[in-house]
């Protein structure tokens, strides 16, 4: 087939989904409408268990707490191939007043992972209905993505994912707000950043307004710790590298005329680099210390080290961007789409298997509509082109 008939055929591929577009909107919607947070998908577990079922998967649950695989075999092919889709959703109240809106008080699914699993059922029921690939096929449903730390990712290899579902490769799909909807992104090598949180709590004395001599104030030592802070990659870290340290929380005190006894600070950490991750510990620890010791305060730090780095495999990458522009053409994808510092804990399926995490785009980000925001919505306009791109990327790897 030459590649012009090659493209044709892939874009007739998305044209193939549109008769169950209308299911996948309902489906997604579904979804959207009964969200639930990190390791209590059982209700999302049960629905996507029953649909796999029904199209003649072989379904195995429990892994990782709500975790499932859904396995379908076909011909004699050894290659076998595994995509992920996420499962929970976010603590945070909807505010889109779409009629589909969350049921669910102070929950709702506001990173998409509701169009996630969607558009990974919809090519789930293709390719049991078409069967057009040799070898086995593992449908990853993964929860508690969100979590920052001991996640579902985590918890499935850990509970031997991949002993108990071998496979060659694997991949993940995420949304991007402000990306043009339909548009395809990746890139080879580091993809997202490591994530690691610091906990700190600042402990003085504490004592009358009217009397600071008497007391040791951990305001002003939190607050000369968050100023020392933004020095600590500007001063530290090579410029050629990416890192971020951001100050998001910091909480003392109620009364005016008090000074309290201690003073609370929450730090994101996010890098690429393993050496620099490691800086960073380094410096952030000791700058915190030293500041408050030199308060007359004492420092306790818990610092948590979340998702590694996500780094891309190159020929991973290459058959996505391959499927990705038969499907929209190559002015629609991108290879070389810039480091991203969010992180992502399908770096630890990577971390055990070669694969790629590919980006979709959701349409504008504008008006509240990005990822974790209480307007944001998934894109129904993706779901036939993430079926067929996930069906696509199946039958080309398990030919």
Not at 122 to 135: I, Q, T
Not at 136 to 147: C, G, K, M, S, Y
Request: overall charge negative; proline content about 5%.
């Amino acid at each position: 087939m030459t590649a012009t008939a090659t493209r044709q055929a892939s874009f007739a591929r998305i044209v193939q989904f549109l008769p169950y577009e209308q299911e996948l909107v309902s489906i997604r919607r579904h979804l959207h409408q009964n969200p639930e947070l990190a390791f209590a998908e059982h209700g999302t577990s049960d629905f996507i268990a029953g649909k796999l079922a029904e199209w003649g998967y072989e379904v195995t649950r429990g892994i990782g707490g709500t975790g499932l695989v859904g396995t379908l075999r076909h011909g004699d092919g050894s290659r076998s191939l595994g995509i992920r889709a996420d499962m929970d959703a976010l603590p945070i109240q909807e505010a889109t007043g779409a009629e589909h809106a969350s049921r669910i008080a102070g929950c709702m699914h506001a990173c998409g992972h509701d169009g996630h699993m969607t558009m990974l059922l919809g090519a789930a029921k293709y390719l049991a209905r078409h069967r057009n690939f040799s070898g086995t096929l593992h449908l990853i449903f993964q929860p508690a993505e969100e979590r920052g730390f001991d996640s579902g990712a985590k918890a499935m290899v850990e509970e031997g994912l991949f002993e108990r579902f071998p496979c060659d490769a694997v991949y993940a799909m995420h949304n991007h707000p402000g990306l043009p909807q339909g548009q395809f992104a990746m890139r080879s090598g580091s993809f997202m950043a490591a994530g690691d949180r610091v906990y700190v709590k600042i402990v003085g004395v504490g004592g009358h307004a009217a009397r600071p001599h008497l007391a040791v104030d951990p305001l002003v030592a939190a607050a000369a710790i968050v100023t020392s802070l933004q020095t600590v990659v500007a001063r530290n870290v090579d410029p050629n590298e990416s890192a971020v340290v951001t100050v998001g929380r910091l909480r003392a005190g109620d009364a005016l005329n008090v000074i309290p006894a201690d003073a609370e600070i929450g730090i994101s950490v996010r890098s690429h680099s393993p050496a620099v991750r490691s800086l960073l510990k380094e410096r952030i620890t000791g700058l915190i210390t030293g500041i408050a010791q030199g308060h007359g305060a004492r420092a306790e730090i818990n610092y948590v080290q979340g998702y590694p780095a996500l780094a891309n495999n190159a020929q991973a990458v290459e058959l996505a961007a391959q499927v990705a522009t038969d499907l929209v053409g190559a002015e629609a994808v991108n290879t070389a789409f810039p480091q991203l510092m969010g992180s992502e804990d399908f770096a630890y399926m990577l971390q055990r298997c070669p694969g790629a995490l590919v980006r979709i785009g959701n349409g504008p980000s504008d008006g509240g509509r990005g990822l974790h925001n209480p307007k944001y919505d998934f894109n129904d306009l993706n779901l036939p082109y993430g079926a067929a791109f996930w069906s696509q990327l199946a039958e080309r790897f398990l030919r």
